[in-house]
C-alpha cells in the first residue's frame, strides 16, 4: 500500500499544495513576468558557440569564480561584500530560510507579497509572520516595527520593487526597517531593469543588509540564476549549505556571456518600460477596472463591477493568460495581473480586456 509510505512524509509537508504552474499552450503568455523578445540572431550564433565549446563532461567551477568575478564588476557591487549564485533566486531563499534558527524567531516578509518566502519557509520548518501592507500596497511602519519587535525576525524580506502590487516601497522606510532590525534584511530587487532603483551601494553601510537579484526578469528565466550579496561573514555560512555544482556549466557559460552582452537585455527592458507607459494609459481608460502604478515589468488591476474570474477566462478565451490572484476578500480582492509583452502582444490583450470588460 503507497499510502502507507505517507507516514514517513511531515505531515506540514503533506498539506502543502505544490506550486501551480498554469498551461500555456496556444497561449499568448502574459503570466509570469518573462521579458517577450528573443535575442537577436547574432547574440544567439555567438552564444551558440560558446555553449558548444563547453565542456559538459566535467563539473562545473564549484565556486563559478568568472561569472562572480564578472558580477561584481558589471553590477558594481561594492568590492568588500560577497556574492552567493543561487539556481535562481528561489534557491537563495531556500538557502537562507535552512540556516535560521527554527525557533523563537521567523522569516519575515509583507502581504501581499511573493508567495516564495511563506511557502520556503514552510519548507524548512520555521515560522513565517506577513505584516500587511496598507491599502496602497505601502509598507505601514508603525504595524512593521511593532512585528518585528514582537517576533524577533531572522530575516525580512522585502521585494522592491514589490509583487504582485509592482511598486516600489518608500526607501527611507526601508531604511529604518534595516536600522531596526535584529537580523538579516535582504532587498528582493528582482524587477531592477524595469525600476532602477537599488540598494546595492547602501550594503556597505549595513551590515545586516543583503540585496538580491536575478536574471529572470531581465530576460534569462530559463538560465536560472540568482545572486544574492551582503557581508563575506553571513555568506560564509550560507554557503555551507549551498550544492556544490548548483550552478551547472552551461548556465555559467551563458551567464558570462550575456554580461557581456547586457546592453541588449537592457535595451529590452527599455521597450517594456515603454510599453508598461502605453498599456497602463490604454487600461486607466476604463472604468470598469482599478489599475495601480507600476514600476515592474506587470500591472495589477482590479475587476470593479463583474467578478474577476469571469474577466480572467475571457481574457484567456481570447487567447491571452494573464495570472488571476483568485481572491474573494481581502487587498487582491477582484484582482488580476498582466505581464507587459510585445506591443503586438499587448495589442491582443487589450483588445481582450476590452471584450471582458463590456
Ligand atoms: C520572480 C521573482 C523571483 C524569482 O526569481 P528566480 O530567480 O526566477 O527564482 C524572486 N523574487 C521576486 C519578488 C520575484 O517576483
Redesign the pocket.
Known amino acids: 500500500m503507497p499510502e502507507k509510505l505517507l507516514r514517513w512524509i511531515r505531515p506540514e509537508i503533506q498539506n502543502l499544495s505544490a506550486y501551480h504552474v498554469a498551461n500555456a499552450d496556444g497561449l499568448i503568455k502574459l503570466d509570469a513576468?518573462e521579458n517577450p523578445y528573443l535575442l537577436p540572431e547574432n547574440i544567439r550564433r555567438d552564444l551558440q558557440h560558446a555553449l558548444a565549446a563547453t565542456a559538459l563532461n566535467r563539473y562545473p567551477d564549484p565556486h563559478a569564480k568568472a561569472l562572480t568575478a564578472a558580477l561584481h564588476t558589471y553590477m558594481q557591487i561594492p568590492s568588500d561584500r560577497a556574492i552567493i549564485l543561487?539556481n535562481?533566486?528561489?534557491?537563495l531563499i531556500q538557502i537562507l530560510a535552512m540556516s535560521i534558527l527554527k525557533k523563537n524567531t521567523c522569516l519575515m516578509a509583507f502581504e501581499p507579497g511573493?508567495v516564495?518566502y511563506r511557502m520556503i519557509a514552510e519548507f524548512a520548518g520555521i515560522d513565517y509572520v506577513g505584516v500587511p501592507l496598507d491599502v496602497n500596497f505601502n509598507l505601514d511602519i508603525g504595524l512593521t516595527l511593532d512585528a518585528i519587535e514582537k517576533h524577533q525576525p531572522a530575516i525580512i524580506f522585502i521585494?522592491y520593487p514589490?509583487?504582485p502590487s509592482a511598486n516600489l516601497f518608500d526607501a527611507s522606510m526601508i531604511e529604518t526597517i534595516i536600522r531596526l532590525a535584529p537580523g538579516l534584511v535582504v532587498v528582493?530587487e528582482?524587477?531592477h531593469p524595469f525600476a532602477q532603483k537599488t540598494f546595492l551601494p547602501a550594503l556597505s553601510e549595513f551590515e545586516n543588509l543583503m540585496v538580491?537579484r536575478?536574471?529572470?526578469?531581465l530576460g534569462l528565466?530559463g538560465l536560472?540564476?540568482?545572486f544574492l550579496c551582503g557581508s563575506p561573514v553571513i555568506v560564509n555560512e550560507i554557503d555551507k549549505l549551498r550544492l556544490p555544482y548548483n550552478i551547472n556549466v552551461l548556465t555559467q557559460t551563458a551567464a558570462l556571456f550575456m554580461l557581456e552582452n547586457m546592453a541588449v537585455l537592457e535595451q529590452q527592458a527599455g521597450f517594456i518600460c515603454e510599453q508598461r507607459t502605453g498599456v497602463f494609459a490604454a487600461m486607466n481608460k476604463y472604468d470598469g477596472i482599478e489599475v495601480f502604478p507600476s514600476q515592474a515589468n506587470f500591472i495589477l488591476f482590479r475587476v470593479r463591477y463583474k467578478s474577476s474570474d469571469e474577466v480572467f477566462d475571457i481574457i484567456k478565451d481570447n487567447g491571452v493568460l494573464i495570472k488571476n490572484m483568485k481572491a474573494t476578500h481581502g487587498p487582491l480582492r477582484n484582482c488580476l495581473r498582466v505581464t507587459i509583452g510585445t506591443a503586438e502582444e499587448n495589442k491582443f490583450f487589450l483588445q481582450a480586456l476590452e471584450k471582458a470588460l463590456r
Open positions: 513576468m543561487g535562481g533566486s528561489d534557491e511573493f516564495m521585494a514589490n509583487n528582493d528582482a524587477y538580491m536575478t536574471v529572470s526578469k528565466a536560472r540564476l540568482g
